[in-house]
């Protein structure tokens, strides 16, 4: 039987339950993968960590070196994070010619076409399907189960603390502060929130999965963000009551003009396979030419559903002997040939707060009109103080237009506009 020694960097969730779940199965691998992976060392600071999992501590390392230059060690697990400490350690596994595991998708986002030159200099394996979507399998999805296909979309919710804050803002009728401090708590924000909140863990992710779904380099500073810190109740009760959940979402699409990609809020319809993902979970919808619509759905984050990920590309590593890179010249930046399209298509959500007044609806459809901005929904509500609040969904039309027309409404004091947000038809 083949024997694979790795070693596991980092033990916080992602690398603790990876050493679980590579503990519990074990003999599940013999007997199924005819694979026996030994942990051979762990790379950690915190000794608390190493203790509460009983590892005996003669597998603790002490500095890097020792993992990579340990003939036992086959593979190197990285679940430090970050992009300082982690990428010289993956660079110095890779040049020692280990494969590398990894779950960090900010690395692996900013620096794949550094780490796949080393790997493939050194004839290593690097694999990274816990970056994205912890436990739901995309990556090899792609890879291994949807290459047949030319694919157009790829949309998806890709972010479980998002996703736990708009579900809880929608169902508990919470404020968004409240709801963060819970996703806090539960530990399924990243350490600092920000990059979750403010959109960049989603738009991390996007930038790889675009890059493989539409074979060529669609680096991060491509991807259009937005997060969800100003979203208010006020929204989210305003789209339910047109039918609409909200969602962080990410959209690529690769269109006759160019490629798309952006992470924001969005209404998409109740109806919509999409909508109705709660919670932490993450789902993604996939469009290709021969198959059609497929969707992924389950944990996004956590120790055992990302450390199934991980344990995956472990395994795959341990029984596949010829090595895969990108399909695509990886390098930093993209393609020249390739167009990125800023101006994207969409429906549009605003809300506004008008004078009740004769006259002001209609300069402002009149605004919209000469910005050719059709109107689909308008809703409005009158209150004590001798203003009215509008709800204007659009058909569809384009980021600009509705940008150029917010910035009249505004600039000739019609309206204050309190909420622009996008609409999934
Ligand atoms: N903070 C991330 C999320 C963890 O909420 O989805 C997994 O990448």
């Known amino acids: 039987m083949k024997k694979v020694g790795v070693s596991i960097l980092g033990l916080g969730v992602v690398g603790g339950g990876t050493y679980k779940i590579l503990k519990e199965h074990a003999e599940f691998y013999r007997a ?74 900010e690395l692996f986002c900013k620096y794949w076409h550094e780490l796949e030159r080393a790997a493939k200099h050194h004839n290593a394996g690097l694999f990274y399907e816990a970056s994205c979507v912890g436990g739901v399998p995309i990556i090899r999805t792609l890879l291994d189960g949807l290459q047949a296909n030319e694919i157009s979309s790829i949309v998806g919710i890709i972010n479980g603390t998002t996703n736990y804050i708009l579900t809880d803002m929608a169902e508990k009728k919470i404020s968004y502060s409240e709801a963060l401090a819970q996703a806090v708590a539960l530990g399924y924000a990243e350490a600092d929130p920000a990059a979750d909140v403010e959109g960049y863990d989603a738009a991390y992710k996007l930038s790889i999965l675009a890059s493989l779904a539409f074979h060529t380099k669609v680096p991060f500073n491509k991807v259009f963000r937005e997060g969800i810190t100003d979203v208010s109740p006020t929204d989210i009760a305003d789209g339910a009551a047109l039918g609409y959940a ?104 605003l809300r506004m707060t008008v004078a009740d007044e004769p006259g002001v609806l209609a300069k402002i459809a009149a605004v919209l009109a000469r910005g050719n901005i059709s109107i689909d929904k308008l809703t409005q509500r009158v209150s004590d103080d001798g203003k009215a609040t509008l709800v204007v969904v659009t058909h569809m039309t384009h980021e600009a237009a509705v940008k150029s027309a917010v910035a009249k409404v505004t600039a000739t004091g019609l309206a204050e506009v309190n909420s622009v947000l996008r609409v999934i038809l």
């Open 246 to 349: 909200l969602k962080l979402l990410a959209v690529g699409k690769n269109t006759p003009a160019g490629i798309e990609v952006r992470v924001h809020p969005a209404f998409i319809e109740k109806g919509h396979p999409l909508a109705s993902v709660g919670g932490s979970y993450n789902a993604i919808f996939v469009t290709g030419d021969s198959v059609g619509d497929i969707m992924l759905y389950g944990r996004g984050a956590g120790e055992l559903p990302t450390g199934s990920a991980i344990v995956s590309d472990i395994i795959y590593a341990a029984t596949h002997t010829e090595l895969h890179y990108a399909t695509f010249k990886n390098t930093a930046a993209p393609d020249k040939n390739v167009n990125f399209v800023s101006d994207f298509a969409s429906a549009y959500y």
């Open 32 to 105: 199924t993968q005819c694979v026996d992976i030994v942990v051979e060392s762990v790379f950690e600071r915190n000794k608390e960590r190493v203790e509460a999992l009983g590892i005996p501590p003669e597998k603790l390392a002490s500095n890097i070196a020792e993992v990579v230059l340990d003939p036992d060690v086959n593979i190197v697990v990285e679940c430090i994070g970050g992009v300082t400490d982690a990428k010289d350690y993956v660079l110095d596994a890779l040049n020692a010619g280990k494969t590398v595991v990894t779950s960090n998708k």
